[in-house]
């Protein structure tokens, strides 16, 4: 069975753009989570979303937004970049949105602000 | 505020081993606890998970201890192999209201061949 996929796998922007990066959860599991990492850090959640619904948010500005599909893949965009966005984003996906579940996440998408 | 602390940035161990890596926490509202590893250039696999009523879990090499009255938990690997090289995130998450996961800062481990 695949993983979490994600793409792009590198992604290279300037400041004030904006970036759309996806994620394909692992067939069967309803729920995504969005986790950005910078270096030395653990990842930071963003966001996490369960049938179409936004369920928990981290704290993150308003630049930062995500949606799911009804075939639960997700985007997060992120409007106005600024250099300390450059991290690698996470996705994970879990049954369902408990906390008792495991989340598996994917490869990442680097992100590079310039 | 970090909730989940690993205070060890690196730890290295002679191959065949056992491998310690601490973690400690301070939100008593957090009930469920999970050990990912992470290669580079590669997202966090999961390892091993605890629920708070446990105070002991095994999967193979790995077993994660939880002393919910310390606030602590460790993750034990016997025998430590040079494939266990990684970097090891502790994560913490209550089962109510946002489920969201808290991740440490990470323990990079080495083990020598």
């Known amino acids: 069975d695949a993983g979490v996929t994600q793409s792009p796998t590198h992604l290279i922007k300037t400041r004030g753009q904006h970036v759309t990066l996806r994620c394909s959860p692992i067939?069967?599991?309803?729920?995504v989570s969005w986790y950005q990492q910078v270096l030395g850090q653990g990842p930071q959640f963003i966001f996490q979303?369960?049938?179409?619904?936004?369920?928990g948010r981290g704290n993150f500005p308003d630049r930062f937004s995500a949606r799911q599909f009804p075939n639960y893949s997700s985007e997060l965009n992120v409007n106005a970049l600024l250099l300390g966005d450059s991290a690698l984003y996470l996705c994970?996906?879990?049954?369902?949105?408990?906390?008792?579940?495991?989340?598996?996440f994917g490869p990442g998408t680097r992100l590079t602000v310039t | 505020d970090q909730q989940v602390k690993q205070n060890s940035p690196s730890l290295s161990v002679q191959e065949g081993r056992i491998s310690i890596l601490n973690c400690d926490y301070t939100?008593?509202?957090?009930?469920?606890f999970l050990w990912y590893k992470k290669y580079p250039a590669e997202g966090p696999t999961f390892l091993i998970s605890?629920?708070?009523?446990?105070d002991k879990n095994e999967d193979g090499r790995f077993t994660v201890f939880l002393n919910k009255s310390a606030k602590h938990l460790s993750l034990h690997i016997v025998p430590s192999q040079p494939g266990d090289s990684a970097v090891y995130f502790c994560?913490?998450?209550?089962?109510?209201?946002?489920?969201?996961?808290?991740f440490g800062t990470g323990t990079r481990l080495k083990v020598l061949a």
């Open positions: 067939s069967g599991h309803k729920s």
């Open positions: 605890i629920s708070s009523i446990k």
């Open positions: 939100n008593s509202m957090f009930d469920y």
């Open positions: 979303y369960y049938e179409k619904e936004e369920r």
């Open positions: 994970a996906s879990s049954l369902n949105p408990t906390g008792s579940y495991e989340q598996y």
């Open positions: 994560a913490a998450s209550g089962t109510s209201g946002t489920y969201k996961y808290i």
